[in-house]
């Protein structure tokens, strides 16, 4: 200390003792006092509340897309239906769309026939996942307005092959899932058919390899993914019927391994895998006279053994490899009857495909629906019953919902209450430390 100068009478002394924790009991205090129940009840509540708060912006949100669907401007109307998609993938939310069935399927059925390129691939990518959505009560309404209007779209040819394709995917996905009408289904098989015999071999048997035939590539292979995907719901009989009378007849089907397209390709093998598991091995070949594939066996195993090694160098080392590897798996298939098992996890559950028609319905229904998958599964029938899972038990009565304000009011009433036993055990633990 510098000469002259005296310690003041307050002044605080330093000292080397060492700390002592009774200066702070009262922070001790505070965190004996806090209970390991009241610690998770308090953090419960605290994720009950963050939950609340984000399915109030979720549904405010969706209020607002819904409203910028009768925007002016064609760019801002598709962004809405692709905001509405990326949205409705995220959460289950048939309580707030029960109240706007109409005005959606009336918006996506007038894009889907009046809209632009833009719009109408955001509406097709959108009619799934709202068909599932909207909840059972309103599922026909949405299917008379929105299936013609896909049916149309995927027919247009002044629509782009992106269009077009998306259209046909978003079709088959609807009729497999909520179609109960086998004339319709009839129709849409044979619509699929118009659509994909672009890539049948001509006249001559030679390969189509024309600009025309390279582009439309994937709008063939959606049609013929959409085509087997729709067959699987008929019966084995009806199956090996629709294929006896054609189109498409089992040759033919057999003509698309020779497309120039990888995709169209790909799409013909699987398809013939699942038409063949659905006639042959659903015994409907006995029952109604000889088999489709009686006489083709041979020729088809053939083709998929040439397939399966691929020793053309012309064509690309990734598509190379992904053939390969895809027919050798049908190959398998129709040489040994075996199918390579798919399991998944879907949300909290496994999922388990054991069937070509299984494989091929959760790869449409995975693409479809994206994310919603996993957020629709607990809640859809119809979702539940295409990926083979057991019936989903009945929902809960939803717990009732307070405001913000009130739970505003309720978080500070519990924690003036925390406040004030704290402080009343925090003054005993002071007076028995003070004796």
């Not at 939803?398 to 519990?414: E, F, G, I, T, Y």
């Not at 055990?425 to 002071?430: G, I, L, P």
Request: proline fraction near 4%; charge should be neutral; aromatic fraction near 4%.
């Amino acid at each position: 200390m510098p000469k002259g100068k005296k310690k003041g009478k307050y002044e605080h002394k330093r000292t080397e003792q060492a700390y002592s924790s009774d200066e702070d009991a009262g922070i001790d205090m505070t965190i004996d006092n806090c209970s390991e129940i009241s610690g998770q009840s308090d953090l419960k509540s605290n994720h009950e509340d963050a939950e609340n708060d984000v399915q109030e912006k979720l549904e405010e949100k969706v209020l607002e897309l819904i409203e910028s669907l009768n925007a002016r401007a064609s760019a801002a109307r598709a962004q809405a239906l692709c905001s509405l998609q990326g949205a409705l993938q995220r959460r289950y939310l048939a309580g707030l769309l029960a109240a706007h069935r109409a005005t959606l399927a009336d918006h996506v059925a007038r894009t889907l026939r009046r809209g632009r390129d833009a719009e109408r691939r955001a509406a097709a990518n959108l009619a799934p996942l709202l068909a599932l959505q909207i909840g059972e009560e309103g599922t026909e309404e949405f299917m008379k307005e929105v299936r013609p209007a896909l049916f149309a779209a995927c027919t247009d040819k002044s629509a782009s092959i992106e269009t077009r394709t998306d259209c046909c995917s978003s079709l088959a996905v609807l009729c497999y899932l909520l179609e109960e009408d086998f004339t319709e289904i009839i129709e849409v098989l044979r619509m699929y058919e118009t659509i994909f015999s672009g890539s049948y071999l001509k006249g001559d048997s030679s390969v189509k390899v024309c600009g025309a035939a390279v582009a439309e590539g994937p709008l063939h292979a959606a049609a013929l993914d959409g085509w087997a995907l729709v067959l699987a719901l008929a019966e084995p009989a009806h199956a090996a019927a629709l294929l006896r009378a054609g189109p498409p007849a089992p040759h033919r089907l057999l003509q698309l391994l020779e497309a120039c397209s990888l995709e169209v390709r790909m799409a013909a093998g699987g398809a013939l895998a699942v038409a063949h598991e659905r006639c042959v091995e659903g015994g409907a070949g006995g029952a109604g006279g000889a088999a489709p594939w009686a006489g083709s066996e041979a020729a088809l195993q053939a083709r998929l053994e040439q397939l399966a090694r691929d020793p053309h160098k012309y064509r690309a080392k990734r598509d190379r490899k992904l053939q390969r590897a895809t027919f050798r798996d049908i190959l398998k298939y129709f040489e040994e009857g075996a199918v390579p098992a798919l399991r998944v996890a879907v949300g909290g559950e496994a999922v388990e495909m054991r069937s070509w028609a299984g494989r091929g319905a959760y790869a449409a229904l995975a693409g479809a629906l994206g994310g919603g998958l996993a957020a629709l599964a607990p809640h859809c029938a119809p979702l539940r019953h295409a990926l083979e899972l057991p019936a989903a038990p009945p929902p809960r009565a939803p717990p009732s919902r307070l405001d913000k304000l009130q739970r505003h009011l309720q978080n500070n009433a519990a924690c003036k209450a925390r406040t004030l036993a704290r402080n009343k055990s925090r003054d005993k633990r002071s007076a028995a430390l003070a004796l």
